[in-house]
């Protein structure tokens, strides 16, 4: 089964408002985790890197104010969107490294009206 | 400039067939190289993890193979299934830079009846 749990798997906002998306590490503790973002038809780009009990660490070109972070405990990581607007629509995925191995979320697709 | 690149970008086969996907890279200091299956509208998951010393590895109808002085890795799949349709993506980590992960675009496979 899953080991890393997305909630929700789909969202559909209106223009301004903010969404949350959480990242939850089943039956293990993670004390980084990843937030992607996916386009249609191309591969997954890195956002940031959640730490626990500390600021995420942002890739270049993605705006920290925009895109919230926080990991608040070991199993559970947040990413908000805020003052969503139509160009933020994408697919969003979290990852959690788990013994060397990397287990990703289902996903949750975002759609801003 | 550490890079990823897969090919084809497409691909269709009828069921049955086999087929290699393709993953060059240009990553260094090389860690591990690692293949994903991304079906539509969901997370990637895990293949395979190959290291610097590994030339081939199998899991069921997946055939990974590495060779680290060419910097190529393919991906075979052997009697393909209509399952076996998705997204393929070769992530190579690299061990220097607290282990980026660097994602190739993907190959889209698409298994036809």
């Known amino acids: 089964g899953a080991v890393v749990s997305q909630h929700p798997s789909w969202v559909i906002c209106k223009s301004g408002t903010s969404v949350k998306i959480e990242c939850r590490s089943l039956?293990?503790?993670?004390?980084?985790m990843f937030w992607y973002r996916q386009f249609p038809k191309q591969s997954l780009m890195l956002m940031a890197t959640?730490?626990?009990?500390?600021?995420?660490?942002?890739e270049q070109g993605v705006e920290k104010d925009k895109f919230l972070i926080n990991h608040a405990s070991l199993t559970l990581s947040t990413l908000t969107v805020t003052s969503a607007h139509p160009e933020d629509s994408s697919f969003y995925i979290c990852?959690?490294?788990?013994?060397?191995?990397?287990?990703f979320g289902e996903g949750s697709r975002l759609t801003v009206l | 400039k550490n890079q990823v690149e897969q090919s084809p970008q497409s691909l269709i086969i009828l069921e049955g067939k086999n087929c290699t996907l393709q993953?060059?890279?240009?990553?260094?200091?090389?860690?591990?190289l690692r293949w994903y299956k991304q079906d539509t509208g969901r997370g990637p998951v895990s293949l395979t993890i190959?290291?610097?010393?590994?030339n081939t590895k199998s899991n069921g109808r997946y055939t990974a193979t590495l060779d680290a002085d060419t910097k190529q890795s393919s991906l075979h799949i052997t009697a393909s299934q209509l399952s076996d349709s998705a997204s393929y993506i070769c992530?190579?980590?690299?061990?220097?830079?607290?282990?980026?992960?660097?994602f190739g675009q993907g190959t889209t496979l698409q298994v036809k009846p």
């Open positions: 992530v190579v980590i690299s061990s220097g830079n607290t282990g980026k992960l660097i």
């Open positions: 190959m290291t610097f010393s590994e």
């Open positions: 039956d293990f503790q993670a004390t980084t």
């Open positions: 959640s730490n626990e009990g500390s600021k995420a660490t942002y």
């Open positions: 990852s959690a490294a788990r013994l060397g191995e990397l287990f």
């Open positions: 993953c060059n890279y240009t990553v260094s200091p090389f860690s591990n």
